[in-house]
């Protein structure tokens, strides 16, 4: 068999591997630090996350919660320190160079933030979206057919024969979009993809994110700060001191909701969730443990359908609410 020839097997492989996969992403205890010669900062600090294969899921945090160090895995950019990070169906931790390649070439397409970054400059919209088919040794014509019908898909088909400094911020992010479905990935990662845009182009790209999780089957993982893209998904997840700290599950409510678990308008109940990781650790919210006065420690108690979170009176003091139920 040629190298081509094994290169496609390779590149099939992963993809049938993924399709039977209930969970699209799955991480456990994942721990990544960096090292210099006088510091050590641990990015990641056994991170748990699960993300259902078809779903679309926004993460939020703080600077320096981790959240791009965890895309940065995700990506096949960036290797764990430890723990256990699945994407598809496929272990990345242990990876060689020639495996992350393929991994990045058929399991996974990303949007970066700054929408000129994700294009090449001195190509058209079609031909950056035929690129990766290229790479990937797509016939010429399928490259083509596939490249329009993408364009068309994401609202950019008048886009075709346009260089990105050509096209609106908005544009170029959905052609980008486009791009990264190019070989058919069943995890597209999104990091801030609305961050350089006005609000009305912010929206569009969006609306693509949407479509490429609902029209193309792919799952779609959104890192971002913006509060209207956060409360337009059923699932958030956050993220803080390099933890998975709450989940905010959404009800569609005004309007239908589609099968994916995106809200096509008005959100509806929004309940926050407290995480547990698998040894039962969480992390308590700090609008809890400031109006609590919780410290160091907590006392537990059972109580009739819940589990009481009790502050240390010694560290609280007793002054503030007589109910010390977190």
Known sequence: MSAEGIENTDIASAVSAASSDAD??????????????????????????????????ALVGASGSGKSTLLGILAG???????????????LAGLSHRERLLYRRATVGFVWQNPAGNLLPHLTAAQNVALPMRLSRTPRAARRERAVALLDSLGV?????????????????????????????????ADEPTGELDSQSAETVFDGLRTANRDHGVTVLIVTHDAGIATQVRRT???RDGRTSTETLRRASLA??????????????AIEYAVVDRFGRLQLPREFTD??????????????????????????GREGSDDGRA
Do not use: F
Request: aromatic share 2%; glycine share 8%.
């Open 24 to 57: 699209a992403i799955v991480c456990e205890q994942l721990v990544r630090i960096y090292k210099t010669d006088a510091l050590e900062v641990q990015a990641l600090q056994g991170l748990n996350l699960r993300v259902a294969a078809g779903e679309l899921t």
């Open 77 to 91: 950019l960036d290797a764990p320190t430890a723990g256990s990070v699945q994407v598809a169906g496929r272990e």
């Open 157 to 189: 088909a008048h886009c075709r024969n346009r260089v990105p400094a050509q096209m609106s911020g908005g544009e170029q992010q959905r052609t980008a979009i486009a791009t990264a479905l190019a070989n058919t990935p069943r995890v597209l990662l």
């Open 237 to 239: 997840v956050a993220i």
């Open 256 to 269: 239908a909701e589609s099968e994916q678990g995106t809200l096509e308008a008005h959100a509806g109940e």
């Open 291 to 316: 109006a609590y006065g919780i410290r160091d420690r907590v006392r537990l108690t059972r109580e009739p359908g819940h589990v009481g979170v009790w502050p240390d009176e010694h560290d609280r």
